[in-house]
């Protein structure tokens, strides 16, 4: 029989480029299909098989799903919030139109599921702000908080009217030091590490008190394959999941790099991200995730940073 694949489209990205790294060592090279429209590394390119992908393309997609035989889509190309606040309309056509792209192959029949990332940017400045519950208020006020609420409603729409199985996570702000964020609001959070090695110093475009959900890159990498692993009938939330990691602020952050590097120092210069930040939850209850499939993060924010200055010192 022939190798049914895994195709993860926005390979190049954040989570893409360990995501794969992951799933091609759990399920063999051969197993997974990366694409990505320009920007993959070479770890993604070159490790394994690679195709370039725009994912508002939806033939070669779906010669893509049929060439190799795809039964499995992770679909991580997006425009993230701030540079979705720059780009209203392309922001909003990539993020909705990819999605029913993917979501079409499985209603369709021709793949059997599809992973697809929300975002704590689904709330809004109207939601409770602390532990904010799965289910509550959610009137997101940025292009990408709307365009991801959107999909969530989507998401579930092709579950109840089409059988389609699709699992999804609102993520937290992720934290990595294999690959950089781009274009959000919670990017600080690694910058910070790459200056603080390189520089003693950091110029934080989010105010010291800014509170925000976040998560370590292993953790938010182990729920993703975690939940597409699970069985079916316990995934009950066919919009997406609350996922919780950790809750810090810059200022936060930055005393805890101190106690690896003593003379770190941060400065605060809040751009047009902070209203963003503002916005969003500070901290997220993901009780159902953990009832439903069994999520729980290991990392907590001391446990990340040491990891984090551990292994940018090993890579520099
Ligand atoms: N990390 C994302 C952003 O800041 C949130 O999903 O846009």
């Known amino acids: 029989m022939a190798t049914e694949r895994i195709f993860v489209i926005g390979a190049g990205g954040q989570i893409g480029t360990e995501l794969v790294e992951k799933l091609r060592q759990t399920y063999g090279v051969d197993t997974v299909l990366a694409s990505d429209i320009k920007r993959a590394s070479q770890s993604v390119k070159e490790n394994g098989l690679y195709e370039d992908l725009d994912v508002l393309d939806g033939e070669r997609m779906l010669e893509l799903v049929k060439k190799y035989n795809v039964k499995q889509v992770y679909l991580l190309a997006a425009l993230l919030s701030a540079t979705a606040e720059q780009k209203v309309k392309s922001a909003w056509k990539l993020n909705m139109d990819g999605l029913f792209n993917v979501l079409d192959l499985a209603k369709d029949g021709l793949i059997d599921k599809v992973y697809w990332p929300s975002s704590i940017a689904v709330f809004g400045p109207t939601t409770p702000r602390q532990n904010t519950p799965q289910q509550t208020v959610m009137e997101p006020n940025t292009v990408y908080g709307i365009s991801k609420l959107a999909g969530e409603r989507w998401c579930e729409y092709y579950h109840q009217k089409f059988g389609v199985d699709v699992r999804s996570i609102r993520y937290p702000g992720l934290i990595g030091y294999k690959s950089d964020p781009g274009g959000g609001t919670t990017d600080y959070a690694v910058h910070i590490f790459h200056q603080a090695i390189l520089n003693g110093t950091y110029e934080s475009f989010l105010a010291e008190s800014t509170y925000l959900p976040m998560m370590y890159m292993p953790d938010a990498i182990r729920a993703t394959i975690g ?61 159902v995730a953990q009832k439903d499939w069994g999520w729980k993060a290991d990392y907590d924010l001391s446990s990340m940073v040491k990891d984090m200055i551990e292994n940018i010192r090993v890579g520099d």
């Open 227 to 287: 939940i597409m692993e699970a069985p079916s009938d316990s995934i009950k939330v066919r919009s997406s999941y609350n996922m919780a990691g950790m809750s810090f602020s810059p200022k936060e952050l930055a005393l805890e790099i101190k106690k690896h590097i003593p003379d770190f120092t941060i400065s605060y210069k809040p751009d047009s991200r902070q209203a963003i930040a503002d916005s969003w939850p500070a901290s997220i209850d993901d009780s």
